[in-house]
Every structure is written in C-alpha cells, then in structure tokens.
C-alpha cells in the first residue's frame, strides 16, 4: 500500500510509450521539510517506518529502489491517515538477478546526496544500498540537511565513500531534541560498509519499533562496539 500503483502501460501509435498511475493528492516530503522544520521525533519515526515497509515491499519482489530521494516519497491523506507514505519513482531501479546495459557494473545512477558508497563507486547494489539511501532522508528529516554536501557531483560521491557522517546530535542547538536510539539508527544505516547496515528493512523497522516503545534500540550497542566510539548521554 505504500507504493504507489500502475494501472496502465502501453505504447503510442508514434511508438512512444506511457502509463498511468494513481493521482496522488498531497506534497512531496521535500515540500514537507521546507513548510515544516523541524520535524517531530514522533512523525520522522512514523514516516521512516512506512517508507521501510514499501522498500521491504520491494525487495521481496527481488527489485532495489536505486534512487531513493525526498522528491520520490509522497505523504498522502488516507482515510484519517494524514501522513501516508507513498513511494514512486522506480525509474533506474534495479531487478535483481537480471543483467542488462543499465544495471552493469561500473555504471553510475542516483541523485548524488542520497547515494550509497558502492553506489558511488559503480560497484554492484543489493537492497542495502537503499538502507543507506533511507538513512540519508532520515538524517536529514532530524537534522536539517544532508550527511555530506560538496561543490561538485564527485566531491559528494568521495565523502559518501570515505568520510564518516557527524553525528546529527552534534547539529542541532539542543542534543536532546534527537535521542540517542535515533541517531544510532541512522548512522549504523550509514555505514560503509553494506553488512555494517541493517540486514533487511524489516530489521529497520524493528528497530524503529523498539524506539518508538521506549526501549533500547539494537543499534545503540552496536555502534558503542564499533571503533570511534558512539556516546550516549548520561540522561
């Protein structure tokens, strides 16, 4: 349901092609970060969730997103849902297990900000390059912008490969206003390294679950364990 559907597809008689898609009626999440900043802990939570569940959706069906990005994430009202996630956009996504010119290694596809390190290097893409994707968005939604920005397309696609994300706490006036489990979430989507990241997108939402009830996210320990160093606050 957080995908948004095609009905149609065809091809014109002047052999060009089209579909049609479902109207969806609401702003775009970029329109809803510029009209709304900050975000509310409680809405990123509840929006991550969503948007994990269309993806999880996706990646059982054997397909990656490749472009996830703000400007392809539509918040709808349905039924007395107002922030209801609709994901579009699978233009240069991935089937996984075929091989064709688009998809070959080497090749470089995305919006820059939001691509993943392999993304990056044109090296092979599974369903973690969209976990890394989503928690571009998500550090943005808390923190105001974007993990890394540059000058230029390859300077953003450098940091992305080499250099470690500051920690959104450290970004905003008052630290308190992201937690801890939060920002452990993000950056251990965040990581380098592809099996540093979230197995499955289901696990991501677990994890947000366990946020959302209070409890210990599984990703604070993690990334306590891990080399650098990730401080939770006495409080």
Known sequence: ????DISDFGALADGSAYFAMELLDGPSLTKVME???PLTVSRIVHLAKQMAQALSAAHAAGIVHRDLKPDNVMLVTRGTEKDFVKVLDFGIAKVTGETNRLTQAGSVFGTPHY????QAAGAGMTHATDIYSLGVMLYELAAGKVPFDAENFMGILTMHMYKAPVPMRALVPAPQEIPAGLDAIVLKCLSKKPEHRYATMDALVADLEKFEKGTMPDAVNEMMARSGGFN???D
């Open 115 to 118: 691509m993943s390190p392999e």
């Open 35 to 37: 009209q709304s900043r």
């Open 1 to 4: 349901p957080h995908i948004i």
């Open 232 to 234: 939770v606050p006495t």
